[in-house]
Every structure is written in C-alpha cells, then in structure tokens.
C-alpha cells in the first residue's frame, strides 16, 4: 500500500473487506437460528467477527509475513495488504483494542462451553500467524487452524446460544470445517513460490501443488457427504460442494513451477462464496420456516 496512505485506510485494507461475511455470517446464522431472537449478543457478535476479529486475524498475518508478503505479486490488494514497517506496531495495537470491548462482553456472556470455543477461537487467530508458534508453517496444521478461524465464530454462536448437539448439527459443523481445510489448502499452492523464496512451510509446499490440489478436492467431497447427513433440506446442499471440485480439479495437472496458476481458481473461489452463501442462506430459511 502506498506510503502516502493514512493509518485508517491500511488496517481497513489488511482487515480483508472481502472477507468480512465470513466469519460474520457463520456466527449471525448460528446465533438467530439457535436462539431465533435478535438481541444485544447477535449484534455484538456479529459486529466483533466482521471487523476488529478480522483486523486481528488478518493484521497479524500481514506484520509478521511482510517478508514473503513482499515476493507476493498477488498482495497488495484485495488478497492481502504489504503493511509498511512502520505502521507493524500500530497495527497490532489497533487489532488487540479493536477486539478488546467486545471479547469482554462476550466472554461475560458465555458459559464454560462456549467460553472455551471463544478462547480457542482467538488462539487460532494468533497462533497461526505469531512468532515461535506459526502454525501455518506446519503442514496440514495450517489448514486445520485456518478452517478454525472460519468454523469457530458459527460454534460459539450455537455454543452461547444453547444448541442442542444433534447427529445431523455435528455433520454440519463437520462438513463446514472439511471445507475450510480444503479451502486453505488450494489458496496455499498459489503461493507455493514466493513462501519457498521467504523460507515458509505450507501444506503445499510440503507436499507440492499436484498433491495439495487433489487432497483439496477430496476434502471438499468429504463436506459434501457429510452434508447428507443433515438434516432436510441440509442433503441439497451437499451439490454445492460440486462447484469447489469442479474449480480444483481445472488444475489436477499443475505442477510446482506452474503453482502460480491457481491464483485465477482462487479469483473463482472468492466469487463463488458469494453464490453458495446466497444459497445456503435460502436452505437455512426454508428449513427455519419448515421446522
């Protein structure tokens, strides 16, 4: 970003605007179904997972990336700020009293359960990205840390709102967390040249971009079995999962000089969200309307 920008615009590009609804929206769904009110916790929540825990997820990958977020040709906009070294400090400060106000009142407002969920929620977003723990330079661990980031915003809010854990709400959760795995997986093989040139492990600089590529595919498969066990009208939503491995596979053959291909599945993968959210939303309101 240019050295001309003011402090206030940075952090709203290394929030990631784009994927404000995220984690947002998994929390309002499971919140207002569960607990099928609107009340002070739905818009504190919802108000927390849009921005400040964005800010924090985000703001603390681009301080401590800058190095490889500097070879990053795809970085720079919408996929990712280059914070400059001088706003790091304010940036972190920005995200821990961003977030502060509304981790209080949420914790005051959670029982032990989903004080829990909330507590390995934050964990999550620092431990991904802080020094001596990065965990998205351990393979596999990165994928499994960054699904958390998106699936455990929708758990607190059926944790605090009291869900009761059935069967076909555990396949739910479960086939939300495959597609995060398998999300963060194929974003990292795009990335696979410049994370080697900074000295950055990943899942798919690990095992490589053909393979990281097809283990993404399966996952997304995994997600979409699992949501036949759902309950109606949940299975149909398990077609959606077809679009995620039809994007993929366009890319079965690459290989690790040609990672940076991936990066136009991954422009796919950004608007296809959109649909399939638009989507889940209409099977969410018919099963509401239907129970």
């Not at 590529?213 to 398990?238: C, D, H, M, S």
Request: hydrophobic residues 55%; aromatic residues 12%; positive net charge.
């Amino acid at each position: 970003m240019s050295g001309t920008a003011t402090l206030p615009r940075r952090l709203l590009a290394s929030s990631r605007p784009l994927s404000w609804v995220n984690t947002a929206y998994p929390f309002a769904a499971a919140y207002l179904l569960t607990a099928g009110r609107i009340d002070v916790t739905l818009v504190v929540g919802t108000v927390f997972f849009l921005i400040p825990y964005n800010l924090a997820m985000y703001g603390i990958n681009d301080v401590f990336d800058y190095e490889s977020d500097l070879r990053n040709p795809r970085k720079g906009g919408v996929e990712g700020a280059v914070l400059d070294p001088s706003v790091h400090r304010a940036t972190l400060w920005a995200a821990v009293l961003a977030c502060l106000p509304f981790v209080v009142y949420l914790y005051a407002v959670s029982g032990p359960v989903a004080a829990l969920v909330l507590t390995v929620s934050l964990f999550a977003v620092v431990a991904y990205s802080a020094p001596r723990l990065r965990f998205k330079e351990r393979a596999f661990v990165d994928s499994v840390t960054s699904s958390t980031h998106f699936v455990s915003p929708a758990v607190f809010g059926l944790t605090v709102a009291h869900a009761t854990w059935t069967p076909a709400l555990l396949a739910l959760v479960a086939a939300f967390f495959c597609w995060g795995v398998a999300s963060q997986a194929f974003g990292a093989v795009q990335d696979i040249g410049p994370d080697r040139e900074a000295g950055l492990g990943s899942v798919a600089t690990v095992i490589g971009a053909r393979p990281t590529v097809w283990f993404a595919a399966v996952v997304y498969l995994l997600a979409g079995v699992l949501l036949l066990a759902t309950t109606p009208p949940g299975p149909l939503a398990a077609l959606l999962a077809v679009p995620y491995i039809a994007n993929v596979l366009r890319f079965r053959s690459v290989t690790d000089t040609t990672a940076e291909r991936t990066n136009a599945g991954w422009h796919t993968f950004l608007w296809l969200n959109y649909v399939t959210g638009f989507l889940v939303t209409l099977l969410l309101i018919w099963w509401a309307v239907s129970r």
